[in-house]
């Protein structure tokens, strides 16, 4: 139920090293206006339902089904939320969860650590958060990753997110980094809108450009190497990013000096592994490589529209995992819409489903029949509603 695409043997090792134990799940709460662009997530049918996403996954993830939740999740073009493999996995399992606002708009529902930062503008404008606002995230970060790293010392910490319109500020970073990341991301949509994307990040990376006077001739050569752009990644967030990938790349780097690390996610989390080590040799700080992941899915893996393993191996040195789940035998056509390239990933779906193979040696049909269980009560409760 487990593969290891890239860097296989540092991540056998890793699996081999925490089979059998229990993780603590955090996930990352934050939004960025760039999700707001017509046709650039399928994350919500319009861009007032991407805009509530993320509070409804999180109440989800909080309370599992509900029969009048303050956030319904919200409908999709096609699919169901990711929320419900990892709700299934940390209710079955009693995993530990932890919520962070790195940056929302509006509170989330459910009790939530609020690390006290804002929404990001879409990274268009080349400003997409304060430098100040970035810099205070990265030290939040490293406190809580401290905390979590003790508390999961003998086991490991998987790290999630929810960021509708994420992968596009994920391109943004990479492209920053200098990493030739086009044509390589994923997205929730079964055919990936690179094209879209691409003229987004360079808009955003132009303004920048201009912004620092650097711009020749109004052109800019992609990708652009490490340091022709910006040389602190701190700065790059702040113009192109969104708050979770700061957060997540400074807990990820605390906690790997006490337990495994997960980045449990696709492309977004790709970027966070490519960001982290860029601060880390900003700032000169050392940790063990050996410890960290990139946990996902085999629809993002696999993804026949980007080129994920490519992407891994482009950033190098990173062991890109997935589970091998398969909803094509579900009873639910919102599971089967996985098979035909919607949604893929999200809210640490990928990672969750890995932990429960490696904890408890689930196999395709306990992990099925879990998430199925799982959609059949909120099927009840959305009945009972009507």
């Known amino acids: 139920m487990i593969r290891v695409y890239t860097e296989i043997e540092q991540g056998q090792k890793w699996l081999d090293s925490y089979g059998g134990t229990r993780p603590i ?6 939004f960025t206006d760039t999700g707001l662009i017509p046709g650039i997530s399928a994350a919500g049918k319009t861009p007032h339902d991407r805009a509530l996403t993320c509070l ?20 999709l073009i096609a699919g169901a939320s990711p929320v419900l493999i990892t709700r299934a996995v940390l209710e079955e399992l009693n995993i530990p969860l932890y919520l962070f606002n790195a940056g929302l708009k509006i509170a989330p529902s459910v009790p939530s650590i609020d690390l006290g930062g804002i929404a990001a503008k879409c990274l ?13 995230l990265w030290e939040e970060g490293l406190k809580w990753g401290k905390k979590l ?38 997205s929730s949509h079964p055919q990936c809108n690179h094209g879209q994307k691409l003229a987004i990040v360079q808009e955003g990376l132009l303004q920048i450009q201009r912004d620092k006077e650097l711009e020749k001739e109004g052109k800019m050569t992609l990708p652009l190497s490490p340091n022709s752009l910006i040389s602190n990644p701190l700065e790059l967030v702040a113009g192109v990013g969104d708050p979770m990938q700061i957060v997540v790349s400074a807990i990820a780097l605390g906690a790997s000096d006490l337990c495994g690390v997960m980045l449990a996610g696709g ?19 050392a940790y063990d490589k050996t410890k960290i992941v990139v946990g996902t899915t085999r629809w993002v893996a696999e993804d026949p529209t980007g080129d994920t393993i490519g992407l891994a191996r482009e950033i190098g040195t990173v062991p890109l995992i997935g589970t091998q789940l398969n909803f094509s035998e579900s009873r639910y056509p919102q599971l089967q819409a996985y098979e035909k390239g919607f949604v ?4 640490g779906a990928g990672g969750c489903a890995i932990a429960a193979s490696l904890m408890e040696n689930w196999h395709q049909t306990q992990l099925l029949h879990a998430i199925e269980k799982l959609a059949q009560r909120l099927g009840e409760n959305q009945g009972e509603k009507r």
Do not use: W
Request: aromatic residues 8%; contains cysteine; charged residues 15%.
């Open 56 to 75: 409804a996954d999180a109440e989800f993830l909080y309370n599992g089904p509900q029969v009048s939740p303050i956030y319904p999740l919200p409908p």
């Open 149 to 186: 790293g003790e508390e999961a010392k003998d086991s490991y910490l998987i790290l999630g997110e929810c960021v509708v319109g994420g992968t596009t500020t994920a391109l943004a970073v990479l492209m920053g980094l200098g990493y030739a990341a086009m044509d390589k991301v994923n």
């Open 267 to 285: 492309t977004q989390m790709l970027a966070v592994y490519a960001l982290m080590n860029a601060i880390a040799h900003y700032l000169d700080i």
């Open 124 to 136: 268009t404008t080349g400003k997409a958060l304060p430098l100040e606002t970035v810099k205070h």
């Open 344 to 347: 893929k990933e999200g809210v």
């Open 25 to 30: 799940f955090g996930c990352i709460l934050g």
